[in-house]
């Protein structure tokens, strides 16, 4: 029997050159998808992220980052409060309309939360903040939130990686 030869590792300098080489390096590390939702004076802003992280449990922060190239920086920059939600493995087609646009409300059944920020029912998780921080971090924002209040349902998370969506396999 003849082993199958391993394949060769790429290496690169992070540059211009390289970003979608870097792009598929970050894609390798699979991610759970989330939309933030706010309230602006237009009406109601979603949009979709995957960079999202806890912080601290006491007190309770989460982080997530916005592209600056974003049409909805400011919103989100400038809001108060916002909801995070952690999308299930059902709620695909919310990832992508919210990626899109930035009204995708009128294609959800949403009901207002916490201070009237939009909360879209389904989510595993939401976290309902208060923007404490925001760190300029190359050509995105940071945004950092005090976790608030917090609602949970069972379920299994949408995945993203190289990508695509993907899912837990039920063994």
């Not at 695909?92 to 949403?110: I, K, P, Q, V």
């Not at 760190?135 to 069972?154: Q, R, S, Y």
Request: with cysteine; hydrophobic share 40%; proline share 6%.
């Amino acid at each position: 029997m003849t082993a199958t030869p391993a394949p060769k590792a790429q290496r690169f300098r992070p540059s211009p050159d390289h970003q979608r080489d870097l792009r598929h390096a970050f894609g390798s590390f699979a991610t759970g998808v989330t939309v933030i939702t706010t309230q602006s004076a237009a009406g109601p802003v979603g949009v979709t992220a995957n960079s999202f992280s806890s912080v601290s449990l006491d007190p309770a922060l989460a982080l997530w980052c916005i592209d600056k190239a974003s049409d909805r920086l400011d919103v989100f920059t400038q809001a108060e409060r916002y909801a995070i939600h952690v999308l299930s493995d059902q709620q695909e087609s919310l990832s992508n309309g919210f990626a899109r646009d930035a009204g995708f409300f009128e294609h959800t059944d949403w009901h207002p939360g916490a201070d009237g920020v939009p909360a879209l029912p389904g989510a595993l998780a939401r976290f309902d903040c208060r923007l404490t921080a925001t760190h300029d971090a190359g050509d995105h924002m940071i945004l950092v939130g005090e976790i608030l209040e917090v609602e949970t349902l069972p379920g299994q998370p949408l995945l993203f990686a190289a990508g695509g969506y993907g899912r837990l396999s039920q063994e």
